[in-house]
């Protein structure tokens, strides 16, 4: 049975308290929910099917930055689903509540298939490596051994990441064009401002959990990852060529 991790974690994952302790920062404009809204919600959430949504079973906190742009960072709530052993998909608040705004959506995939990625496209793509070293990637409500087998499996993986909604802006809608983000992979990247807020409204440490994951080996970068570190960056623009989708079908 392919998981994201054993059985018995995946059960406590489940379990765990990690949520509902960061706040959205966007208060969206709009009047309240109508009476009729409401009562189509409920009965939808009765009714209705939500397969595709019930495997999104592993809550991550992390923090992304810009490509291109590393002094503009936030904090994001990954909500991670399994689709088989060497591929995952997330969906990214920007906090953990009922408030939470969906701010974009991260790829996961293991080593042997980042290798076989077009050198262009490994430019998109950042490694998972320091995140994990460094304590600043936890699995808020599950246990520490568990969230450290979670870890051995994440710190050879790759990310790609777009940012649908730039809530770190104070931006009441999700406009403008979408973003392609990027993971730290050095020590002092990170503001300590915002990973102190984080580690305060979860009640753990990150040093801490840096020096449990000591024994965690570091796997060797794969070149291509991590390309704003050379100075090659990719991002995303809306334009009218009608060139930038004529290949796609």
Not at 37 to 57: C, I, R, Y
Not at 74 to 94: C, G, L, R, S, T
Not at 183 to 201: E, M, V
Not at 217 to 223: D, V
């Amino acid at each position: 049975m392919n998981k994201f991790v054993p059985v018995w974690i995946l059960a406590l994952t489940l379990m765990g308290c990690g949520g509902k302790n960061s706040s959205s920062n966007i208060d969206a404009p709009g009047d309240e929910k109508t009476v009729k809204d409401k009562t189509l919600n409920a009965g939808a959430e009765l009714m209705q099917d939500k397969t595709p949504l019930k495997g999104f079973s592993t809550y991550l906190d992390g923090f992304h930055f810009y490509n291109g742009n590393i002094n503009s960072q936030m904090e994001a709530h990954h909500y991670v689903n399994q689709i088989n052993d060497d591929v995952y998909q997330a969906i990214i608040f920007d906090g953990n509540g009922k408030d939470a705004k969906i701010m974009g959506v991260e790829y996961i995939i293991t080593a042997p298939m980042f290798a076989r990625l077009a050198p262009e496209e490994k430019k998109l793509w950042h490694s998972h490596h320091h995140e994990v070293s460094s304590g600043s990637l936890i699995a808020p409500g599950i246990p520490e051994v568990a969230e450290h087998e979670l870890m051995e499996k994440l710190v050879s993986t790759y990310g790609k990441t777009i940012h649908t909604w730039h809530t770190d802006q104070e931006k009441e809608l999700p406009i403008g064009s979408p973003m392609i983000m990027m993971g730290f992979t050095k020590d002092g990247q990170l503001n300590p401002g915002i990973l102190r807020d984080r580690d305060k409204r979860f009640n753990i440490s990150s040093a801490q959990k840096k020096l449990h994951r000591k024994d965690i080996r570091t796997p060797e970068i794969i070149p291509g990852a991590n390309a704003w570190e050379k100075g090659e960056v990719r991002q995303l623009v809306i334009t009218d060529k009608v060139d930038s989708v004529a290949h796609k079908h």
